[in-house]
């Protein structure tokens, strides 16, 4: 399974390489993006995952190594979002 791999970047834009791709996030936490295997199965594994963890953790995760790290930094909807919107304005 291939996953988000590099150096973090500034660009502000997501930039997905293999398909199918899949962001999970609670609140200001990325807690997954990479691509996965085409089941459905495969997904709601991963969901059902994040439903078991508790806030704390994700928090410990979400620092835990350098690719989720740069989750928080890169792919965050929220941020990305938000700066779409200021922009706009």
Not at 10 to 18: A, L
Not at 24 to 44: L, R
Request: aromatic share 6%; proline share 2%; with cysteine.
């Amino acid at each position: 399974m291939d996953r988000y791999r590099g150096s973090c970047r500034t660009s502000g834009e997501i930039d997905i390489e293999n398909f199918p791709s899949l962001l999970i996030q609670y609140g200001d936490i990325v807690n997954f993006f990479g691509c996965i295997h085409p089941d459905a199965g495969v997904a709601e594994r991963l969901l059902k995952s994040q439903l078991d963890t508790d806030l704390d953790e994700m928090k410990r995760l979400a620092s835990s190594n350098e690719e989720h790290a740069c989750w928080q930094k890169e792919v965050n909807l929220r941020t990305l979002l938000r700066r779409v919107v200021e922009n706009e304005g």
